[in-house]
């Protein structure tokens, strides 16, 4: 079987399989054996104790992180060292970031202008009318010429999420969105996060916002010691949860 | 019942603050000892500073061809005025100055608009300023085609000379030391070893030995009988140095960048060089402009340097006419004039960086 073959496999079920990915940062095995099938329109969340590989997971998914072992296929693409597959995965690929990471010299639009101009190549009328109408998507489309330094965090998140949308991508990776944020931001990002998955996009987020878990996620993923501990749909998750690790979790986030 | 809540109205600060008289007593005379300190150096200041106007102006003479204009009891402008000819243009001939002239136009030209946060065609001129400039100049003074006659290096000299090794020196180092910077944070240990040791090669020899090997060394290396320019010899040392130290300075600039600037970048699909022109140098160059420009300073006037390899430059014309036995006794004069020179480019170079550094912030403080 010729590697093309191999790497175009046509994803048969699931727009995002995750077969045995083990991972190690220098000697610290940080992912063991990650098995994950995510079907196209399906929202995960993800949770579990700080260090325990959430971030790392879902920023290998767009190769921000490299797996040692097993395979990451993303849209029927394989995730190799190929640069080629690297950069097409990441064109379908959109991330949102604790800390937004906006382009702090560029204004909103020209952040939201840059990926669709200089990987998409799209036309600069075109790319700021998609941004706009992004913008306007986030409702922000007044801060369209201010620059990320003038806006507050729930803003500037908005403008991140605006940002990957702009690529028009098939998945949206977001890991904690709004744990930089003071609390009266976090509703309006939320909210823009639950209008997405009325769209049908399919989501991965990592977070602790349980109330959002259960209005949006499909599945519930509970990480610890870089191992998937628990996968349920959130009522289920929540209520009955089945490992004792899942169990101390849950109430210990739910204890304030 | 509630009563809407209203701010409490602002009040003029006390008068005591706010004025010249406020300033003078808060800032000269708040203690006794900061008052008799004030008064001293008021007092010094005055003194020098007239000793100075004395000598440079109200004594001084400036009327006459040669030595005997001069009477001896202050600055003898005369032997500038005489031999001014030759530390803006060296040896150039009389009859092409006019070339220089047009060089010097063009020059200002370019230059004073990018002093402008609204100028017209600001940056179209900023770019002519680095591509289309130098070949135009260059072909301009070294003549020999276009119907202009050929002027060999030898005969070029004075502020013309400085500003020409100062210009090649500042627009080629600063891309190579881009290169530099970023090949010395590859991820790839061949070309990482390469630019490490380039970058601390040049870093480990003064200038004046890089300068003494071009003219000394190099001609000992290359085959018999080929004459390898001398000022293009000091042109390709002056930059290999000059760039090594502008890779430390952007690389500076680029380890001040959070990572999460590279990752959102890569996460939008931006390959590395599409990141490094588009996200990271931007940033990267903004915050280090006093640096590079430090450098930029530092190159000007590391030019006269070119004295020891024979080519004369505004001090080194200066130093070569306040020998001449036709004048005694106006080295001061001399040195004065240089050091004005070079103390004005050096200067608009300062405050065309602040002024840059004002246009590009927006607003994002870390
Ligand atoms: N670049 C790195 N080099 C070495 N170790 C790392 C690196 N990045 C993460 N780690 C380690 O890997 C483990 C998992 O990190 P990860 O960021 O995935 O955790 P997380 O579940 O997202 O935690 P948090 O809730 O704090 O964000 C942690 O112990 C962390 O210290
Ligand atoms: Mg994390």
């Not at chain 1, 597959?85 to 800390?99: A, K, S």
């Not at chain 2, 008068?15 to 001293?40: D, E, P, Q």
């Not at chain 2, 063009?106 to 230059?111: E, N, S």
């Not at chain 2, 202009?148 to 500042?170: A, N, P, Q």
Request: aromatic fraction near 12%; proline fraction near 5%.
């Amino acid at each position: 079987m010729n590697e093309a073959a191999a790497s175009q496999d046509n994803g048969s079920d699931g727009i995002i399989r995750m077969i045995d990915v083990n991972k190690w940062f220098g000697e610290f095995h940080v992912l063991k054996n990650i098995n994950l099938n995510v079907g196209a329109g399906e929202r995960i969340v993800i949770c579990g104790p700080s260090g325990s590989g959430k971030s790392t997971v879902i920023r290998c998914i767009n190769r921000l992180e490299e797996h040692q072992r097993g395979r990451i296929i993303v849209d029927g693409v394989e995730l190799t060292n190929d640069l080629k597959h690297i950069e097409q995965i990441r064109r379908e690929v959109g991330m949102c970031f604790q800390h937004f990471n906006l382009f702090p010299h560029l204004t909103v639009l020209d952040n939201l202008c840059l990926a669709p101009q200089y990987v998409r190549k799209a036309p600069r009328a075109e790319a700021e009318e998609t941004a706009m109408m992004y913008l306007e998507r986030v409702k922000i489309p007044e801060q369209a010429d201010k620059f990320p330094g003038q806006l507050s965090g729930g803003q500037q998140q908005r403008v991140a999420i605006a940002r990957s949308l702009c690529m028009n991508p098939k998945i949206m990776l977001f890991d904690e969105p709004t744990s930089a944020l003071d609390p009266e931001m976090i509703k309006e990002v939320l909210d823009t996060m639950i209008e997405l998955a009325e769209t049908g996009m399919t989501m991965l987020v990592v977070t602790h916002e349980m109330g959002f878990a259960k209005t949006v996620a499909n599945r519930v993923i509970f990480m610890d010691g870089g191992e998937v501990i628990e996968v349920n749909e959130p009522n289920e998750f929540f209520d009955n949860p089945q490992h004792d690790r899942t169990q101390l979790f849950l109430s210990q986030i739910l204890a304030h | 019942m509630t009563t809407a809540w209203q701010p409490s109205p602002s009040l003029p600060p006390p008068a005591s603050t706010v004025g010249a008289v406020g300033w003078a007593r808060s800032n000269l005379f708040s203690t006794w000892l900061s008052s008799v300190f004030t008064v001293v150096l008021s007092l010094v200041t005055v003194y020098f500073l007239w000793q100075i106007l004395d000598w440079g102006i109200f004594s001084a003479d400036l009327a006459g061809k040669d030595q005997s204009a001069c009477d001896g009891d202050g600055a003898c402008w005369v032997f500038v005025k005489d031999r001014f000819n030759f530390f803006i243009y060296g040896f150039y001939p009389d009859a092409e100055q006019w070339r220089v002239n047009v060089m010097f136009f063009l020059l200002a030209a370019l230059i004073f608009p990018q002093f402008f946060e609204n100028a017209p065609y600001k940056k179209a001129l900023g770019w002519i300023f680095l591509t289309v400039y130098p070949v135009v100049s260059g072909v301009l003074l070294l003549g020999g085609a276009f119907g202009l006659e050929f002027v060999d290096t030898d005969k070029w000299g004075g502020l013309m000379l400085t500003l020409v090794l100062s210009y090649v020196g500042i627009v080629a180092a600063l891309p190579i030391g881009i290169l530099l910077a970023l090949g010395r944070r590859s991820e790839m240990p061949v070309i990482r070893t390469i630019c490490v040791a380039f970058i601390e090669l040049w870093r480990g020899v003064p200038l004046i030995s890089v300068l003494f090997m071009a003219s000394v060394m190099l001609p000992l290396f290359l085959p018999e009988g080929t004459n390898f320019n001398k000022l293009l010899r000091a042109l390709i040392g002056i930059t290999m140095f000059q760039s090594a130290y502008m890779a430390e300075v952007v690389r500076g600039g680029l380890q001040a960048i959070p990572r999460g600037q590279y990752e959102a970048a890569a996460a939008l699909g931006l390959g590395y060089w599409r990141s490094m022109w588009l996200v990271i140098l931007p940033q990267a160059l903004k915050l280090v402009i006093p640096g590079i420009v430090n450098t930029f300073i530092a190159l000007f006037k590391d030019t006269t340097l070119v004295l020891i390899i024979g080519l004369f430059e505004v001090l080194g014309g200066v130093q070569s006419a306040i020998i001449d036995p036709a004048w005694q006794n106006v080295a001061a004069e001399g040195f004065f004039f240089a050091a004005f020179v070079y103390w004005i480019f050096c200067f608009g170079m300062s405050r065309y960086s602040q002024a840059l550094e004002r246009k590009l912030d927006t607003g994002h403080h870390r």
